[in-house]
């Protein structure tokens, strides 16, 4: 089946760093969202993506839907203790048939951000 | 206005019995996603439910099944439970479970099958 590839695994920064990540497919989607999870919890959704090339923030996150349709990223700015968690990139193929309620995640990328 | 509602939040089961989860959907929300998290696998797609039908199903077993109510309200059920079934199990709420609309996600019911 489709997946997603995203990558950094993890990483590790120091409050007020940039951080920057990425998802690849080798399908073509048609929605791009990201997702927070705490431990315990649901992921929680952060930024939704309809357009190809469409660039959308919120606050300090900034995520953009690549021209090919095919990945995203999401960049967070000037980080804080309280954006460690995984986060998770999700694709939707056109609604539709095997499309419907089904969104492709990635393999999340573990963030830690040390004061 | 309410989020999605998951119950139970944990579940300790034995191998060989059946378990029941239930998720209540946001308010006018007719799409449910059923997805199950474990640390190997990652989010897996279950099944998907609009206006009581099932739309949509993941590559699981037979013994998961849902089935979803006239009120938008969820259920689903995992028969003959083995150890692998242990796992974060989420649903997710969705207008009508196409583009243009994010999913919003429970809290989840951890399972464990001993």
């Known amino acids: 089946g489709q997946q997603l590839n995203q990558s950094p695994q993890s990483m590790f920064i120091q409050e007020g760093e940039d951080v920057s990540m990425n998802c690849t497919s080798s399908?073509?989607?048609?929605?791009w969202l990201w997702y927070k999870q705490d431990p315990g919890e649901g992921p929680v959704l952060l930024i939704a993506?309809?357009?190809?090339?469409e660039l959308t923030s919120n606050g300090r996150l900034t995520a953009q839907f690549g021209i090919t349709r095919k990945d995203s990223f999401l960049n967070i700015s000037a980080s804080i203790p309280s954006d460690v968690g995984i986060y998770f990139c999700?694709?939707?193929?056109?609604?539709?048939?095997?499309?419907?309620?089904?969104?492709?995640f990635g393999q999340g990328t573990i963030l830690t951000v040390h004061p | 206005k309410a989020g999605v509602t998951q119950t139970p939040r944990y579940l300790i089961k034995t191998r060989g019995q059946q378990v029941t989860l239930s998720c209540s959907p946001i308010?006018?929300?007719?799409?449910v996603s059923w997805y199950q998290q474990t640390p190997g696998q990652g989010l897996q797609f279950l099944f998907e439910?609009?206006?009581?039908?099932?739309?949509n199903k993941g590559n699981f077993p037979g013994r998961f099944s849902g089935r979803q109510f006239s009120n938008s309200r969820s259920e689903m059920n995992v028969s003959t439970l083995e150890l692998g079934d242990s796992a974060l199990y989420l649903c997710?709420?969705?207008?009508?479970?196409?583009?243009?609309?994010?999913?919003?996600f429970g809290s989840g019911t951890r399972l464990t099958v001993v």
């Open positions: 997710a709420s969705n207008p009508q479970g196409g583009k243009n609309y994010g999913y919003t």
């Open positions: 999700a694709g939707q193929l056109e609604a539709g048939g095997t499309s419907y309620g089904k969104l492709t």
């Open positions: 993506l309809y357009k190809a090339g």
């Open positions: 399908s073509i989607f048609n929605t």
């Open positions: 308010s006018g929300h007719r799409s």
């Open positions: 439910y609009f206006s009581e039908t099932q739309r």
